[in-house]
């Protein structure tokens, strides 16, 4: 099937979607988590083949945990799928209700975007997300995986697809593009007049070639070069927990740490202490002059350290002089997404929030809480990096758009 037929089709099941029952959709949510938990073994045979490819060609550790799925995966994925059933319809809420003087009743009510294209790399749990939260949002999706998943996406469509079937809405409310060739990606990039809006789900090199080839709107999403900062009245043992989840817990996915900064009075308690407990995990420190006379046998740090998001068991370390330029660091290298500050002080605190620009900024928390499922949305379909339309975790409102209705009794102008 080419790219334009796939959008054809989309177009039609989005015409089914948008005003299909929120019942209806909910049903159809859970036909999909039955399925899924009904077919673990053939996503996890589609998914053996993905994972076995990407050992052969050499992928990285934390790479191929992005990529795996087990049995408890699986199950997570459709618990997650419940949960967006669970959740409020966005579809037909009433943002507000004015009067005019002459009597017009404007309502400012939301719509469902229409057909959502989604390009995203090597986590086949993406492939659901999308799909759900699309559908209780009442937009189909065209979902553009990468080949180091493409076994395991092609499977988990086609189970979602027979689930919404007999569920009684379209197969083609999810649809997955089977070419993984870039030329098919920029086709999708290009699909002016069937994708209402593409969201890229990946690295910088990903978003990057998005947004500099589609033509049809996009939204930023994604890239996370997060930073933990220490100041001088930071507890020592909370700043150690933080930056040890925030660091290692899952260190390939956006929401981790990837550089650490710390207040020069604090520095010489604090690091021998973070290093050490971040050892455990092996952690690769790159610090700056500073932090290798304090630690010793640790890598000097460079301008590429600094700026580069590393997915993988590699942290920046740079002591720093005081609050500010710890926040000038972060404006000069952030990407936006979720940044932290450990202090029990107020003012420092609140300076910190106030001056740090970015999606999400944490104070005494670690950055892994910027996720849509722990925000309070369902499963999230991408982090907006950018300022307009959505920022932050894009949940089920972010899915949608607004209809201005509005009732007359004969008025003109």
Do not use: W
């Not at 209700?97 to 939301?110: A, C, E, Q």
């Not at 009442?138 to 689930?163: D, F, K, P, W, Y």
């Not at 290093?275 to 010793?296: A, F, Q």
């Amino acid at each position: 099937m080419t790219l334009i037929e796939m959008g054809k089709n989309a177009k039609l099941a989005a015409g089914q979607l948008m005003t299909a029952s929120t019942p209806l959709k909910n049903s159809a949510l859970e036909a999909i988590a039955d399925a899924l938990i009904k077919n673990t073994d053939i996503i996890l045979d589609a998914n053996k083949k993905d994972t076995e490819s990407a050992k052969a060609r050499g992928i990285s550790e934390s790479m191929l945990d992005r990529l795996t799925l087990t049995s408890t995966r699986i199950a997570s994925i459709a618990d997650a799928t419940r949960q967006v059933a669970s959740l409020p319809d966005p579809v037909g809420q009433v943002d507000s209700t004015v009067i005019r003087p002459n009597g017009l009743k404007i309502s400012r009510v939301r719509v469902p975007l229409g057909v959502i294209g989604m390009i995203f790399e090597a986590r086949p749990n993406v492939t659901v997300d999308a799909a759900v939260l699309c559908l209780k949002s009442g937009n189909a999706v065209i979902l553009r995986g990468g080949s180091e998943a493409i076994h395991s996406n092609i499977a988990l469509t086609e189970i979602m697809q027979n689930a919404l079937e007999k569920a009684g809405l379209s197969r083609f409310s999810v649809q997955i593009i089977s070419d993984t060739s870039r030329e098919t990606a920029k086709e999708l990039m290009r699909l002016n007049g069937y994708i209402d809006l593409l969201i890229p789900r990946g690295g910088a090199g990903l978003i990057r070639t998005v947004v500099e080839n589609a033509t049809v709107p996009v939204v930023e999403t994604g890239v996370g070069n997060c930073h933990v900062y220490i100041d001088e009245h930071a507890q020592i043992d909370m700043g150690v927990n933080i930056i040890y989840n925030a660091k290692t817990s899952r260190p390939s996915v956006c929401n981790a740490a990837e550089t650490l900064l710390v207040h020069k009075n604090i520095a010489e308690q604090f690091l021998p202490k973070a290093y050490e407990k971040l050892r455990e995990k092996n952690v690769e420190i790159r610090g700056c002059s500073e932090t290798v006379r304090i630690l010793g046998n640790v890598k000097p740090a460079t301008d590429t350290d600094y700026e580069t998001e590393f997915l993988d068991y590699i942290l920046a370390v740079k002591v720093v002089d005081s609050v500010d330029e710890a926040i000038l660091h972060i404006k000069k290298y952030s990407s936006g997404h979720s940044e932290c500050i450990v202090t029990d002080s107020y003012p420092t605190a609140e300076h910190f929030l106030s001056q740090v620009d970015a999606a999400a900024v944490y104070l005494n928390a670690s950055t892994r809480f910027t996720d849509g499922g722990e925000f309070g949305l369902g499963a999230e379909i991408g982090i907006s990096t950018q300022k307009m339309h959505v920022r932050g975790p894009m949940g089920l409102t972010a899915l949608t758009s607004i209809k201005h209705i509005i009732y007359g009794n004969g008025q003109i102008r």
